[in-house]
């Protein structure tokens, strides 16, 4: 069985920073793009980035582009979100997803809560 | 403001049919076979129900259909299920600005 797990979710303030994780299991984690996807309160989904299988690609929404960053790790089966600079906007649940091609997910986790707030 | 483009809303009263488009244009929906569709219940995750415009997961119910025409791309949910009530969400490749991935603004179906 797929599982995505995500933690790192927390309570920052502006400026601040915060690193989340997604540990992998039940699949071939070294075949798969892998993405972040956000969810503001009550708002619709976002894609915010994704990475290719080896790590050689990396594609970012605008909106995070100097602020984030994705990576991953084949020996552990997780990605991982570093987020520097944080904004109020930034606020949401954070959603890791395998990603059989760049722009679609078949698999999601369950999410972590990021608040970006004084 | 989405890159693409969906009705906030949609209901149906059950065993009938919906629709819910999906608008883009010729540097997302339009120009590549990349949509899909997720369906999200409160408090869940997304659910692929669609992938590469008409393409279901194994599992996903044949009332589920995609299609595409042009730069819109469409969902129909056949013989509504009170199960199906919930948020439903296009996404497609897309070459404009960031190159990745973008979504609609979401539809909310009402199963009545």
């Known amino acids: 069985e797929v599982q995505l797990v995500e933690s790192g979710g927390d309570l920052v303030q502006p400026g601040g920073s915060l690193r989340l994780s997604c540990e992998a299991s039940g699949f071939t984690f070294s075949i798969y793009w892998m993405s972040w996807v956000r969810q503001a309160p009550g708002k619709g989904l976002e894609w915010v980035a994704n990475i290719n299988q080896d790590g050689s690609e990396k594609y970012y929404v605008d909106s995070v582009k100097g602020r984030f960053t994705v990576s991953r790790d084949k020996a552990k089966n997780s990605l991982f979100l570093q987020m520097n600079t944080l904004r109020a906007e930034d606020t949401a649940v954070y959603y890791c997803a395998r990603s059989p091609s760049p722009a679609k997910s078949d698999s999601w986790g369950q999410g972590t809560l990021v608040i970006v707030s004084s | 403001q989405s890159a693409l483009t969906q009705p906030a809303s949609v209901s149906g009263s059950p065993g009938q049919s919906i629709t819910i488009s999906c608008t883009g244009t010729?540097?997302?929906?339009?120009?590549?076979?990349?949509v899909s569709w997720y369906q999200q219940h409160p408090g869940k995750a997304p659910k692929l129900i669609i992938h590469?415009?008409?393409d279901r997961p194994s599992g996903i119910s044949n009332r589920f259909s995609g299609s595409k025409s042009g730069n819109t791309a469409s969902l129909t949910i056949s013989g509504l299920q009170a199960e199906d009530e919930g948020d439903y969400y296009c996404g497609s490749y897309t070459t404009r600005g960031s190159l990745g991935w973008v979504f609609g603004g979401g539809t909310k179906l009402t199963v009545l």
């Open positions: 010729s540097t997302d929906v339009g120009g590549y076979n990349y």
């Open positions: 590469d415009v008409s």
